[in-house]
């Protein structure tokens, strides 16, 4: 090899070492909801791909979205998607919980060889995760409350639907309800309604209790569940006020035609933004969460804003 040649190749290994011919870098994220059948979590997907390609685009680099949602609830195959995820290489993993209890030994095993994982909307608070995006549950009750007291002027019967008794963030919701009724001395809460989570039970249960409880002139709903079918309010719209949580296409018939006054959605699509944002930050850059909650705030959609609120979900969900 001659001297010229030797300090070519020389010069050549050096460039390489300071980067300039450096592979692209590329991370791979994976994403575990609940249920691929939900529009939120459908949201959530787009969301996280939009920002994987900005983030990409933006630090030159590849951003990978590993999506390992099972089609119905079930924590055993969210357990399953996290192993696998690991095993797999991923360089982190964000997750919504279906079952905080039996998915927090897999987030730790992951963090433990050195995957780090954030949860959105469903947390699990007592595993190693970093940090979880989503709703203050009580904040959520608060401004069910609030909006709904604002609609009935203050003064009136409401009663509460909560969905499942025993899922925490509903407790929390109700518990929120009830504190921000207090402030209008006029409201006065007849009861908190429990249900199966499907839309026909939860219709039912407004129906029969409407039916029991006539003077009700207010419904404080903590989640959507009776929205996601048609016909399942049989008052007149407005003259029974009420407001709900979350403002998926099904439900913003009722927002147009006067049955629901208020719809407070969650930031589904930003439940991928953020939980990406999260994973690239620790994997690229070594820096974690500004706190282990970061707080979504609910956004109201009224009559007023309904069509325009529409237009998120003809780019939300797939085509």
């Known amino acids: ?44 997907k787009t969301g996280a791909e939009d920002e994987a390609k900005a983030l990409g685009e933006k630090n030159g680099v590849t951003i990978k979205i590993d999506w390992r949602t099972p089609n119905e609830e079930d924590p055993q195959k969210q357990v399953e998607a996290i192993e696998t995820l690991v095993n797999a290489g991923a360089n982190g993993i964000a997750v919504s919980a279906s079952d905080a209890n039996k998915l927090t030994d897999a987030i730790n095993a992951a963090v433990a060889k050195g995957v780090p994982v954030v949860c959105f909307d469903s947390d699990v608070p007592k595993s190693k995760r970093l940090a979880n995006f989503g709703t203050d549950d009580i904040d959520c009750g608060n401004k069910v409350m609030a909006e709904l007291a604002k609609e009935m002027n203050g003064k009136g019967v409401v009663a509460i639907l909560a969905g499942n008794q025993n899922a925490p963030n509903l407790q929390k919701r109700v518990a929120g309800v009830k504190e921000e009724a207090k402030k209008s001395a006029g409201i006065k809460i007849i009861d908190t309604y429990y249900h199966k989570e499907t839309p ?33 309010l049989k008052f007149s719209p407005g003259s029974v006020k009420v407001v709900a949580v979350d403002a998926l296409p099904a439900e913003l018939g009722y927002l147009r035609d006067g049955h629901v006054q208020v719809l407070l959605a969650q930031q589904v699509y930003e439940w991928g933004t953020e939980s990406v944002k999260m994973l690239y930050d620790k994997a690229a850059n070594h820096k974690n969460p500004p706190s282990s909650f970061v707080k979504a705030d609910l956004i109201p959609v009224t009559k007023s804003n309904v069509e325009e609120f529409a237009k998120n979900w003809e780019k939300w969900l797939p085509k």
Request: net charge neutral.
């Open 1 to 44: 090899m001659t001297r010229k040649t030797t300090i070519a190749v020389a010069s050549l290994f050096g460039l390489l070492a300071a980067g300039s011919f450096a592979a692209e870098k590329t991370y791979t994220f994976g994403i575990v909801a609940k249920s691929n059948n939900n529009p939120v979590f459908q949201a959530a």
């Open 200 to 232: 026909q039970d939860a219709a039912a249960k407004v129906e029969q209790v409407m039916q029991a409880h006539p003077e009700i002139t207010g419904w404080a709903m903590v989640g959507g569940w009776p929205l996601f079918t048609d016909n399942a």
